[in-house]
T-cell receptor
Framework: GAGVSQSPRYKVAKRGQDVALRCDPI?????LFWYQQALGQGPEFLTY????????KSGLPSDRFFAERPEGSVSTLKIQRTQQEDSAVYLC??????????????FGDGTRLSIL | GNSVTQMEGPVTLSEEAFLTINCTYT??????LFWYVQYPGEGLQLLLK?????DKGSNKGFEATYRKETTSFHLEKGSVQVSDSAVYFC?????????FGQGTTLQVKP
C-alpha cells in the first residue's frame, strides 16, 4: 500500500513568488498534519485537518501561509510572497485516528523548499 | 507550554556498544511519547511509542520507558549496528499534534 506522498520533492523559488506544496495522505486517513523542519532542527507543527475541517492552524507563522483540504483527502500548503526564512523542509503526516493523541503519524518524505 | 529536550549530538559509538539517548519533556496532562527515526535520505519513521506512565515501548532492539516521576523517555539499545546510524527524534502529543525535540544524530562505526 502507498504511504504518504508529497510533491514536488524539491522546489526552488525566487523571493516574492508564490508556491504550492501537495500532500497525498494514506487512503482513508482522517487526520492530516503539516510540519516545517528547519535545517538541524526537529519538525514544528503548522496546521491540522480532520477530514476537510482545519481544526488547528496555530502553527502557521504568518498570513502568507494557507492550507486547504477541500475534499478531505489531498491537501495543499500554499505560501504567498515567499521570503528567505521560508526555506525549510515541509513535512506532511497522516493518521487514522480522529486526532487522538496516541495515534501514530505516518510521514511523507517532505518537500525541500529553497528561496533564493 | 509543552516541550521536549534531547541530548545534543552527534553521538558516535563503535558497533555493539550500548546506546542511551536522553529525552525529557514538559507537558500538561498525560501525553503520549514517541521516538521517530530518520535514516539518511529517508523520511521520518515511527520507532516506538508509549501512551501511559510505566509503559515500555520497544522495536528493533530499541526500548524506552515512560517515566512520569522524572518526565523522561530515554531511548536505549544494548548493541548498536552500523545500520542504526540515523537522526533520532523524541516527541510528545497531548492534543493530536506532535511536539519534537531537536534531534540527536547517531553515528555507529564498524
Amino acid at each position: 500500500g502507498a504511504g504518504v506522498s508529497q510533491s514536488p520533492r524539491y522546489k526552488v523559488a525566487k523571493r516574492g513568488q508564490d508556491v504550492a506544496l501537495r500532500c497525498d495522505p494514506i487512503s482513508g486517513h482522517v487526520s492530516l498534519f503539516w510540519y516545517q523542519q528547519a535545517l538541524g532542527q526537529g519538525p514544528e507543527f503548522l496546521t491540522y485537518f480532520q477530514n476537510e475541517a482545519q481544526l488547528d492552524k496555530s502553527g502557521l507563522p504568518s498570513d502568507r501561509f494557507f492550507a486547504e483540504r477541500p475534499e478531505g483527502s489531498v491537501s495543499t500548503l500554499k505560501i504567498q510572497r515567499t521570503q528567505q526564512e521560508d526555506s525549510a523542509v515541509y513535512l506532511c503526516a497522516s493518521s487514522s485516528g480522529g486526532g487522538r493523541y496516541g495515534q501514530p503519524q505516518h510521514f511523507g518524505d517532505g518537500t525541500r523548499l529553497s528561496i533564493l | 507550554g509543552n516541550s521536549v529536550t534531547q541530548m545534543e549530538g552527534p553521538v558516535t559509538l563503535s558497533e555493539e556498544a550500548f546506546l542511551t539517548i536522553n529525552c525529557t519533556y514538559t507537558a500538561t496532562g498525560y501525553p503520549s511519547l514517541f521516538w521517530y527515526v530518520q535514516y539518511p535520505g529517508e523520511g521520518l519513521q515511527l520507532l516506538l511509542k508509549a501512551t501511559k506512565a510505566d509503559d515500555k515501548g520497544s522495536n528493533k532492539g530499541f526500548e524506552a520507558t515512560y517515566r512520569k516521576e522524572t518526565t523522561s523517555f530515554h531511548l536505549e539499545k544494548g548493541s548498536v549496528q552500523v545500520s542504526d546510524s540515523a537522526v533520532y527524534f523524541c516527541a510528545l502529543s497531548n492534543t493530536g499534534k506532535l511536539i519534537f525535540g531537536q534531534g540527536t544524530t547517531l553515528q555507529v562505526k564498524p
